[in-house]
């Protein structure tokens, strides 16, 4: 029942390259960058919040879930890939709002930074894999729990101080941003949907 440190080194590298959280800071600052300081504070803890909700779910009854909706991997990797393309869409033309204030920021903690992007198929298939393998060793168990605890707080780290680049940038910088994130989550989706595709052609 001793905690298993190999374990937790291992899923906390495996999440930390899956999810990558420098990789997430120009899409934050793409999204909050404009927005007062206490929005942008409020969104760098909820964003991961959010994300470790969903994740601790499907940790805890994940394949059980999939198993009974008869929901695979592949069919999560194009789901969220479409999502990851439609806000992708929204950053290369500029079409941030739209909506409600109030809306729009709930909106941008939950979709896209908490997920699909913190919480996307790839991190929760490997939550999966890796509570699976634990058979049953509580040890185990709590190495998985810590790790997923860890990379979240990594990542509230990360976003919370990435807003001090915001002074660096000014409105020019973070409109730039906001297209290149754009490109970038494009990019993404459509390596999700991509890998959806090779995931049911390799299934059937």
Known sequence: ???DVTIYLSVLITLFVIMDPPGAMPIFLSLVGRKSAAVRNRAAWQAPAVSLTVITVFAIGGQAILNYLHIGIPALQGAGGLLLLLIALDLLRGNEGGESKSAEDV????????TPLMAGPGAIAAV??????????????LAIGAAIVSI???????LRFSTVLIRVLGEGGITLLARIAGLLLAAIAVQLVADSV????QAS
């Not at 999966?128 to 058979?135: E, T």
């Not at 979240?152 to 990360?158: Q, T």
């Open 1 to 3: 029942m001793s905690f």
């Open 198 to 201: 090779r995931g049911f052609i």
């Open 128 to 141: 999966i894999v890796y509570v699976s393998q634990a058979d049953g060793d509580v040890g185990s168990y």
């Open 152 to 158: 979240h707080l990594i990542f509230y780290l990360v």
């Open 107 to 114: 909106n941008v903690a939950l979709v896209p930074l908490g």
